[in-house]
């Protein structure tokens, strides 16, 4: 009795030890639970797969933009892609509370090149732009050295760089506005739309026309500016100017997108870039660009400002003689021609302004074209990791300008684009990329220097 007295107590006393371990046990992993780290959670590219339908998503995002075009075995660019995309995915499906606040005040003194020219089988039935044929030297005599033919997309692009959208549509309804918001990002406040009049388009090109007034919308949105860059369409005068600038006008005119300058003298007017002006003759201008021409539009309800392009030297004699209110240099080549060569730009605005002429220089990132002018190396500039873009923007600022222009956001065939990139290798092609930066490093470089060019235009004005 005494040896099962003895038992029975040892066995209350085990029950109640290992009771006590257990609880200890659970209170440790409570308070473990309650110290986890704070950035563990949604956004936290290791929970992922705690979220199957967001990594679903995910998935189907990405092979639809092509975002993840890394070099094979790049795992670092792999996971941080898919956390960008996961964020960016949670963030489109939460409701737009203070989203635009999150992004830099536009600035509408920064006017941005934009071309909606691309298209893609899903929204065109077929390959825009991407497809690019790869032009011919202009020297029959050695033409016969360099590769013919066109690109096939969607892996080879007319392109050195390799958009971090993949070959998109100018179409595409999320294309459109993810432009909208990187140009906004970038603290740039005006786009200067490429446009051709309804039913024409460049060479290799769709009339694109009826997309403006979705431009207009999603720029709206954005509480960004548009404006125009008439291209030099087939038989471009005086007289089909007068009639395209009214169909803008009459058409876009009234929308709260569409930009209008305020002038000196307080009134505010639209603005037009005119690219490659210096092939109409000065005579032909004056007709309706000066208040004596046959054309005039001048003190009609199209007036506007009208911006030439610059080139030659010679050129700024002849924008002051067909009525011009304004030159803009266009080319990210410093050095490629007397207009784009920044050290040049000071005598340029001396003359504009004892003319009482605008001046606006253009900036860019680098010029790359060998994917579609194969034998055009010598124009090529390298971006040096973004020191070519603000070296530009440091030579713009110290001319004072009151606009500065941007070639470009998406002039993808000539290397001036600013909008993301990523590193994309296929079969023998190697496309360029902004490493050691992120995809949006320009975007981030252009929005630092639209925040100088405020603080020194404050001083300016002193």
Same mark, same amino acid.
């Given at each position: 009795?005494?040896?099962?007295? =003895? @038992? ?85 499906? @939460? ?46 005599? =050695? ?5 013919? #033919? ?49 039913? @024409? ?158 001046? =606006? ?9 060998? #994917? ?91």
């Amino acid at each position: 009795i005494l040896n099962y007295d =003895i @038992m029975a107590r040892f066995r209350r006393r085990t029950c109640i030890i290992l009771l006590l371990f257990i609880l200890f046990i659970c209170s440790i992993m409570m308070a473990l639970k309650t110290l986890r780290p704070d950035r563990a959670g949604f956004g936290d590219p290791f929970g992922l797969g705690l979220l199957p339908e967001l990594q679903q998503r995910t998935v189907l995002l990405d092979s639809k933009q092509n975002s993840l075009n890394s070099v094979p075995g790049d795992a670092v660019t792999r996971v941080s892609n898919l956390h960008s995309i996961a964020v960016n995915t949670m963030k489109a499906s @939460m409701p737009p509370v203070n989203k635009l606040e999150e992004l830099s005040s536009p600035n509408y003194n920064f006017h941005i090149f934009y071309y909606t020219w691309y298209g893609n089988p899903q929204f065109d039935g077929k390959y825009i732009h991407w497809n690019h044929p790869l032009l011919p030297h202009w020297d029959p005599k =050695i033409a016969n050295n360099y590769p013919k #033919g066109r690109h096939n997309p969607p892996e080879d692009i007319g392109a050195n760089f390799y958009p971090e959208l993949g070959s998109y549509s100018s179409k595409d309804p999320t294309v459109i506005e993810a432009h909208m918001k990187q140009m906004r990002s970038a603290s740039t406040g005006v786009i200067v739309l490429s446009w051709y009049p309804p039913g @024409m388009a460049d060479e290799n090109g769709e009339p694109t026309d009826d997309l403006v007034p979705v431009i207009l919308d999603y720029a709206h949105k954005y509480s960004l500016k548009v404006t125009f860059h008439i291209e030099p369409y087939k038989d471009r005068d005086d007289r089909s100017m007068y009639h395209n600038v009214k169909y803008i006008i009459d058409k876009y005119g009234g929308h709260p997108a569409f930009y209008r300058h305020k002038t000196s003298t307080g009134r505010f007017l639209p603005m037009f870039y005119v690219y490659d002006s210096y092939v109409t003759i000065p005579e032909i201008w004056a007709n309706l660009l000066t208040v004596s021409g046959s054309q005039s539009i001048r003190n009609t309800p199209y007036d506007a400002l009208f911006i030439a392009l610059l080139v030659e030297e010679r050129h700024k004699h002849d924008i002051h003689r067909s009525g011009f209110d304004g030159m803009y240099t266009y080319f990210a080549t410093n050095g490629f021609s007397y207009g784009s060569s920044h050290h040049n730009w000071a005598s340029l605005k001396a003359f504009c302004d004892s003319n009482n002429l605008m001046f =606006i220089p253009s900036v860019g990132p680098g010029y790359i074209d060998t #994917g579609i002018r194969p034998w055009n190396n010598h124009n090529t500039r390298n971006r040096v990791n973004g020191k070519y873009y603000e070296t530009a923007f440091s030579a713009a600022l110290l001319v004072r300008p009151e606009i500065i222009s941007i070639t470009s956001f998406n002039e993808w065939h000539e290397g001036t684009q600013i909008e993301k990139a990523v590193p994309k290798r296929t079969g023998q092609v190697v496309y360029l990329d902004y490493k050691p930066h992120k995809p949006n490093v320009y975007l981030e470089l252009t929005q630092k220097w639209s925040e100088k060019y405020r603080k020194e235009q404050e001083q300016w004005l002193m």
